[in-house]
Every structure is written in C-alpha cells, then in structure tokens.
C-alpha cells in the first residue's frame, strides 16, 4: 500500500510533502517590460503594479536572506523584464553581501543588457540567460512587436565581455513561427560560445490563448536539430534538478538543452520556489494559489512569522503541475506577472 504524505507533519526548511526541498529561488523584481512577445502578452501590453505594491530593495532583501537563510543557494532575478528596475545593480550587491552567499543569476530579454553587464557582473551577479527565439530580424520584429534584436546581440556580447558566464540563450519554438529555424539559432549560438536551451511553451500567456496542439514539442526540436548534428545525451545522473535534458553537439565539448517542460515535466526533481514583484510566494510557477508575505511584513511581522509563512506555502506544494490533467487550470497571473 503506498503511504500518503501526512500534511500535519511539517518540518522546519523549505521541505514538501514528497522529499524536495527549495534550494532555488525565483525572484520577480517587476512585472513591467519593454517588449511585446505575442505569447506573452497582447500589443497594448498589461496593467502594471502600482509601485507601492512592489517591493521594495530593503523589503527584497529581508525576504531574500530568510530564504537564503533557510537553505536557498541559487537565486535567481527575474521579471518581466529585471533590467526595467532602476535599482537592479544595488539589489544585487545586496544578496552578494548575505551569508551564505548564494549564487546569482538572472534572466532577461537582453535589449538594455549592454549599458549594465559590467556593472552587475561587478556587484555580484555570476551570470546571465537572454531569452532569444530567433535571429531573423523580421521574425524577431514579429515575435516581440519591437525592432530590438541588434540590441539583444550587443547584450550578449557585453554579458561574455564582462564574464557573466556562462552565457545562455533560452528559445522557445513555435509551429510555424519559428520552428523551422532552430538548427539556425543552435549555429548561430554555437559561433559565439553560447549556450542555447530551447524550451517547450507553456500555459502562462496572458491571452489563455495556449494549445497543447500546437506547442512544438521537446522530440520535434531534437529530431529537427539531429538533421544536422549529431546528439549524444548526458548521463542522467549529471542533470541533477536541471530543468534541461542536455547533449553534447557532435561530440562535444559544446552542448544544447532541451526543456520539456510539458511533455516530460522535471517536476519530481523540483527545487525551485518563486517571489513575486508584489511579495506573494509560490511554490510552483503553475501554482493557483499563493501566500502573501508583503502584508504581514509591513504589518511588523517577525522574521519567525514569515519564514513560518514560506515553509508553510512549500509544505503545500503539489505532485506536479498537473498540464494535460483534466482538472488542470492555468494560473490567472501570466509568466511576467510570475516571474520565469
């Protein structure tokens, strides 16, 4: 008989009821962003956060380092777009100065990346992903609603310049958009020493537009990339909770990702939680549910209190996401109001 986790016995960390524990930290520092992406959010874009629901530097910091303190050891700055936050270098001198200090990352549609990655890359931050579907100007001008993409080039070129490394490249691939040109982005990345994932594409359109027919799946993009090189999988054992499958590229030492993210869910592996811009913590990016530390913060909350409140969100944590279940719903914020 298999024993169901007993939800009355809540540890002290940031544990689930199924052995995970939280050890990556997602944290959203805006929702706002200067692209358009069709499959994020529509042309006029969102309404935004009111500022003074956002958190703020001094407020990210106190949460940031009780999560650190609770056992996080990667976070991880996110959006929207992080760049839009005026304050971004400081905040992240402020988690390279907690203790333990944690590894730092961010990812970024890259277009304001040039003015900044010296800046970051000295106060702390250990590398970078830009998100980047293609590199077809008109196909990019399409995608985004924005004519950016030299400037997304210029940023990652100024990210391996200033030794935020190593430099990844996330590309999500859709039917009849872009799916035809992956083997381009893969040689296009491969050039320049970039690492490239491409990721199957999720529920978390603001439009609720999105249709499992439709997504381009994790076999179609290794059979589309096997046509020109050769994919030899990692062992499984070195892929720990990564999210992506990883190969190396006729032979190596260059390799590529594949996120399943859907198709083959890593949900099992998960040691990821996330913040949001407006303080809600959410035990996972599919989550309908969330549990607000910003009111209790600003009401004087003790450090005890809030940690108490994010074990409690993790201890709630689901199975898997559950995509492809008949009772799955898709979580009423988008992925820029989530953070990715």
Not at 31 to 52: F, V
Not at 243 to 251: I, K, M
Request: negative net charge; charged residues 30%.
């Amino acid at each position: 008989m298999t024993r169901l986790p007993d939800p009355t016995a809540r540890p002290e960390g940031l544990d689930d009821q199924f052995g995970r524990r939280a050890r990556d930290l997602r944290v959203s520092v805006t929702d706002r962003c200067n692209l358009r992406c069709t499959y994020c959010m529509p042309a006029e874009g969102l309404p935004w956060m009111p500022k003074d629901e956002m958190l703020t530097d001094e407020e990210l910091l106190r949460l940031i380092g009780l999560f650190v303190r609770d056992g996080v050891t990667q976070v991880r700055l996110t959006g929207g777009e992080p760049l839009l936050r005026r304050s971004l270098v400081d905040l992240v001198a402020g988690i390279a100065a907690l203790r333990p200090r944690p590894r730092i990352a961010m990812t970024t549609n890259g277009v304001g990346l040039e003015r900044v990655a010296t800046g970051l890359a000295a106060a702390g931050l250990d590398r970078v992903n830009v998100s980047l579907d293609t590199i077809d100007s008109t196909t990019f001008t399409q995608l985004t609603r924005r004519d950016r993409l030299a400037d997304v080039e210029a940023g990652l070129r100024a990210a391996a310049e200033a030794g935020l490394t190593p430099v990844k490249v996330n590309a999500v691939a859709m039917r009849g958009v872009n799916d035809a040109s992956v083997g381009d982005v893969l040689a296009w990345c491969l050039e320049r020493g970039y690492e490239l994932r491409f990721i199957e594409q999720m529920p978390l359109d603001a439009q609720h537009a999105w249709d499992r027919r439709d997504m381009v799946t994790a076999d179609e993009i290794r059979a589309r990339l096997s046509e020109r090189w050769t994919l030899t999988p990692l062992p499984a054992a070195e892929r720990g909770s990564a999210p992506a499958e990883r190969f190396l590229v006729d032979g190596g030492p260059a390799t590529v990702g594949i996120i399943a993210s859907v198709t083959a869910p890593f949900c099992a592996a998960c040691d990821r939680t996330r913040l949001t811009a407006d303080g809600q913590v959410r035990n996972c990016l599919f989550s309908t549910t969330e549990t607000d530390l910003r009111g209790p913060m600003r009401a004087g909350a003790s450090d005890e209190e809030l940690l108490d409140l994010m074990r409690g969100e993790m201890w709630r944590k689901r199975r898997g996401h559950g995509i492809g279940e008949p009772d799955f719903v898709q979580p009423e914020r988008p992925m820029s109001a989530i953070g990715g």
